[in-house]
């Protein structure tokens, strides 16, 4: 089993940059190389979406707003990923959630998100 615990919101103006942190931990922190990790956000009144993923080796991908502007890494030896977002836009404003999905493990884990404010 996985715990996953997210840091690093905030409110911040437009054009500023933030930088989520996603900390794994549980009896199955051991296997964190074999899992796919991923960042959600879910803005009000929103569906949740996928912001990107990172696979178990290291190769990235972003939903369409992301790219260009996010960048998602993970630190295998520190059982941590990460989300950069730089040229942050009012409409980013939500709620960041890591998720490790299934595959590995036959259930899917989520942190309990941060809150990300882009506001003048």
Same mark, same amino acid.
């Given at each position: 089993?996985?715990?996953?615990?997210?840091?690093?919101?905030?409110?911040?103006?437009?054009?500023?940059?933030?930088?989520? &942190?996603?900390?794994?931990?549980?009896?199955?922190?051991?296997?964190?190389?074999?899992?796919?990790?991923?960042?959600?956000?879910?803005?009000?009144?929103?569906?949740?979406?996928?912001?990107?993923?990172?696979?178990?080796?290291?190769?990235?991908?972003?939903?369409?707003?992301?790219?260009?502007?996010?960048?998602? &890494?993970?630190?295998?030896?520190?059982?941590?990923?990460?989300?950069?977002?730089?040229?942050?836009?009012?409409?980013?404003?939500?709620?960041?959630?890591?998720?490790?999905?299934?595959?590995?493990?036959?259930?899917?884990?989520?942190?309990?998100?941060?809150?990300?404010?882009? &506001?003048?």
């Amino acid at each position: 089993q996985l715990q996953l615990e997210e840091s690093g919101g905030g409110l911040v103006q437009p054009g500023e940059r933030l930088t989520l &942190s996603c900390a794994v931990s549980g009896s199955g922190v051991a296997f964190f190389t074999n899992v796919i990790m991923r960042w959600y956000r879910q803005a009000p009144g929103k569906e949740r979406e996928l912001v990107a993923d990172i696979d178990i080796t290291g190769i990235p991908k972003y939903a369409e707003f992301a790219k260009g502007r996010f960048t998602i &890494s993970r630190d295998n030896e520190k059982k941590m990923a990460y989300l950069q977002m730089n040229s942050l836009k009012p409409e980013d404003t939500a709620v960041y959630y890591c998720n490790a999905p299934k595959g590995f493990w036959t259930r899917e884990f989520w942190g309990q998100g941060t809150q990300v404010t882009v &506001s003048p």
